[in-house]
């Protein structure tokens, strides 16, 4: 197992790019494992034999519980990488702007080699839109499609920044946004404003995002079981490090902690199982009403979480961040008239940003403690 820190920084990006070139290009043995800045191997065991057939490990977020090492083969991630430029119109340049240790940056690492164009990295650092701008003019230069792949809160930031940001991420033929749910008022932003922003769904396990627009990349297969979105296909992954047993793989499939519909062939997805807020015997999906308070003027971003209530159990509450202050209450008669009295948060509060557990991912039990604390 090769184990590479990667600091965010072109060099460390040149050494992912080398070492999964090996492994999907040269067919060389050898396993690499990409983390961040302060990340530990240890609890991935690099001294014990790698699983067969393991060309990457990736550590997933943690945002369901503790950290688990996923297996990914070199033909899954071959197959996630060509089915994406078979979905995007053709192989073409690529800016990585988000962290190259998380399998969206790997993704991106993997579809330029696969493309043999040239890397544009963006630097290491708070995200902004002249360091994007600057970043971009590498990819915007080339001939043949030009892609990025963002998280929600660097397509907003971008969109409220105007100028010259607006206008390179409107030069890109496709920007995926992933990592988490993305608001739709956001993405009839970016679309009036002429960006062609594709939405991805999907995770780790199965080689970064496989359903694109709702729909699922060519060899994908989606369905519902007990209102549960189960994944399958040649970009799954082939188990969890060290967890030979684990149920979330079984007979090709890999059963997420996802709610979905699936209707036409178009995958709808509606939050997480584990998040439902229990309040008063009434069930309340936090995906729901983060949609509508997103939904409403000078609401950029949304976490709604339960909070622990001695009358009802749990109670519903929120954390917000908004372009300017904003008064609550239209918020709250917002989530009433469109889901009921029990889906009404109570408190809602604003913050500058919301808490961070991997790209694009909010820490939902950081906003626990935040909520609690006031």
């Known amino acids: 197992m090769r184990t590479l820190v990667l600091d ?15 492994a999907l290009l040269d067919a060389a043995p050898g396993t690499v494992l990409p983390l961040g800045p302060g990340e530990s191997d240890a609890d991935l065991r690099p001294d014990l034999p790698v699983e067969p057939g393991t060309a990457l490990i990736v550590r997933t977020s943690g945002s369901t519980g503790a950290p688990k090492g996923v297996l990914l083969s070199a033909t899954a991630l071959r197959a996630s990488a060509e089915a994406t430029h078979r979905r995007l119109g053709g192989a073409g340049t690529w800016l990585l702007a988000v962290p190259a240790h998380h ?32 970043a971009a003019a590498d990819v915007l230069t080339a001939t043949g499609p030009r892609y990025t792949a963002l998280v929600p ?21 496709a920007v995926l946004v992933g990592g988490a749910a993305t608001a739709p008022t956001t993405l009839a932003r970016a679309r009036e404003a002429g960006v062609a922003v ?29 209102d549960r979105v189960e994944l ?5 992954a082939h188990g969890y490090r060290l ?64 909070l622990p209530d001695p009358e009802w159990g749990q109670r519903v509450a929120a954390a917000v961040v908004t ?32 808490p961070q557990r991997g790209p694009g991912k909010v ?5 626990v403690t935040l909520l609690a604390r006031d």
Request: glycine share 12%.
């Open 103 to 134: 399998i969206a940056g790997v993704q991106v690492v993997v579809r330029s080699l696969l493309a043999g164009t040239p890397l544009a990295v963006l630097p290491a650092g708070g995200f902004r839109g002249r360091p994007f701008v600057e």
């Open 363 to 367: 820490d939902r039990a950081a906003v």
């Open 323 to 354: 372009t300017a202050p904003i008064p609550l209450a239209p918020l709250t008669d917002a989530v009433r008239a469109e889901l009921g009295a029990p889906a009404v948060p109570r408190p809602i509060r604003v913050f500058p940003t919301l």
């Open 243 to 306: 967890d030979p047993e684990s149920p979330d793989f079984a007979c090709g499939w890999f059963r997420t902690s996802d709610l979905g519909t699936l209707t036409d062939g178009v995958l709808a997805v509606h939050g997480r199982a584990d998040d439902v807020i229990n309040t008063g015997g009434e069930k309340v999906s936090p995906a729901a009403v983060e949609r509508v308070l997103t939904a409403q003027p000078g609401v950029v971003e949304a976490c709604v979480v339960g």
């Open 153 to 173: 809160t660097q397509l907003t930031r971008l969109l409220t920044e105007g100028g010259d940001a607006l206008a390179a991420l409107r030069a890109f033929d």
């Open 198 to 226: 594709v939405t991805t769904y999907g995770m780790s396990e199965t080689a970064g995002g496989c359903v694109y627009d709702g729909r699922p990349l060519d060899g994908v297969q989606v369905r519902i079981t007990d």
């Open 8 to 22: 965010g920084g072109p060099g460390s990006v040149r050494a992912l790019a080398d070492a999964l070139r090996a």
């Open 232 to 236: 399958g296909g040649p970009t799954l």
